[in-house]
């Protein structure tokens, strides 16, 4: 497990000392965050602050992951120390593509945004696009078996805490493959935009997803040594690539952990929407590789329940004309009701920590109620 804690740590170190090269960079280049004119009005004076800071956790990210396996490589090629899982899988290379691809979208978002000086970046309709031929791709991919392992990455199994007897490939090959590549849309449209709608407040996002994510390296270390081919058995998981899904996940959040750091509240940096699609995109791949799509609702219950106040709003306004909240998403809610922003993020913090909790206890429960 030595490759999950490395990989961890480098993220972290990179991110905590490469952000606020970044933020000079960015400072440099007069590269701020424009505010919205709706929004609370004490949000005006963080105007100009720089953003676009989720690139930083995105390479962040790829370095820690091909950090900690290139030098157990050259541990093992030196004869110092013999590793057995030093290789890049496919599944890990897969969630780091939807990283990318998703942190990519959330970037041309938040150029255009600086270099139109407006509030508003690309049109719903352009990030939707970009979402989806990203999305699309992956879940293609996520489905191939290359070389000698006979399973995908992704199962058309829809799955909790493993996969369900709810199978879409039952509809047909064809009709399954085009259900779970909408199902996989899904997945990853809502994760990504529903960090998206968290991260108003400084640390809020960030912090909430040092926690899933955190939680996703537990799940994939105890997939591993639970896994059929190692401790073959009724309750052993089928999940391809376990501990280097745990790699990824670790990387995450060590990234997001030493960016946590220029983000904690006053932000000297925010991670816009290159950090925030990126990281719901991530949250998504991870939940369909380790096969735990639906528990993913549980982990991310904070990104649920902010995502879920914007549709209450949006969909009480156009049928009643009322508002069920003062201002969505619902952190801006309880600003305008008088609280702190701090004292916002880290009560949001322990709902999150809450759901975290309740969700690995869900998963380990499920293991210890079959023995």
């Known amino acids: 497990m030595v490759n999950v804690v490395l990989a961890g740590g480098v993220a972290m170190l990179i991110a905590l000392l490469g952000t606020p090269l970044f933020i000079k960079f960015l400072v440099r280049r007069a590269y701020g965050q424009f505010i919205r004119d709706d929004g609370p009005t004490s949000h005006h004076t963080k105007r100009g602050t720089p953003t676009m800071g989720g690139a930083v956790i995105i390479l962040a990210t790829l370095l820690g992951y091909s950090v900690s396996h290139l030098l157990l490589i050259?541990?093992?090629l030196s004869g110092l120390v013999e590793v057995t899982h030093s290789r890049f899988s496919m599944s890990a290379l897969l969630v780091l593509f939807l990283i990318?691809?998703?942190?990519?979208?959330?970037?041309?978002?938040?150029?255009?945004?600086?270099?139109?000086?407006?509030s508003l970046g690309l049109t719903s309709?352009?990030?939707?696009?970009?979402?989806?031929?990203?999305?699309?791709?992956f879940a293609i991919l996520a489905l191939q078996t290359p070389g000698d392992n006979t399973r995908s990455p992704a199962s058309t199994a829809i799955s909790f805490v493993r996969d369900t007897s709810f199978d879409l490939?039952?509809?047909?090959?064809?009709?399954?493959?085009?259900?779970?590549?909408?199902?996989a849309n899904l997945l990853i449209a809502g994760?990504?935009?529903?960090?998206?709608?968290?991260d108003g407040l400084d640390g809020l996002a960030t912090g909430a997803s040092v926690m899933v994510f955190g939680a996703y390296s537990i799940i994939g270390i105890w997939q591993y040594n639970q896994n059929c081919q190692i401790a073959p058995g009724p309750n052993c998981y089928d999940v391809r690539d376990a501990l280097d899904l745990a790699v990824v996940a670790c990387s995450v959040a060590?990234?997001?952990?030493?960016?946590?750091?220029?983000?904690?509240?006053p932000a000297k940096i925010f991670m816009g929407d290159t950090g925030s699609l990126a990281l719901g995109g991530g949250l998504a791949g991870l939940a369909i590789t380790t096969h735990t799509e639906l528990l993913l609702a549980i982990l991310g219950g904070l990104f649920v329940m902010i995502t879920?106040?914007?549709?209450?709003?949006?969909?009480?306004?156009?049928?009643?004309?009322?508002?069920?909240?003062?201002?969505?998403?619902?952190?801006?809610h309880f600003e305008l009701l008088g609280w702190a922003e701090v004292t916002i993020v880290i009560r949001f913090w322990i709902v999150a920590g809450i759901c975290v909790s309740v969700?690995?206890?869900?998963?380990y429960g499920e293991w210890v109620a079959n023995l």
């Open 100 to 118: 990318t691809g998703l942190g990519f979208i959330g970037f041309l978002d938040d150029y255009t945004k600086i270099s139109k000086q407006r």
């Open 74 to 76: 050259l541990l093992d």
């Open 359 to 363: 969700g690995l206890a869900l998963f």
């Open 308 to 332: 879920l106040s914007v549709i209450i709003q949006v969909a009480s306004f156009k049928m009643t004309g009322k508002r069920v909240f003062r201002m969505a998403p619902l952190q801006h």
């Open 254 to 265: 060590g990234a997001c952990f030493g960016f946590l750091w220029w983000n904690a509240s």
């Open 125 to 137: 309709i352009e990030k939707l696009a970009g979402q989806t031929i990203i999305a699309v791709i």
């Open 191 to 198: 994760a990504s935009n529903g960090v998206n709608l968290t």
């Open 169 to 183: 490939a039952l509809a047909g090959p064809i009709a399954g493959t085009i259900l779970f590549i909408l199902w």
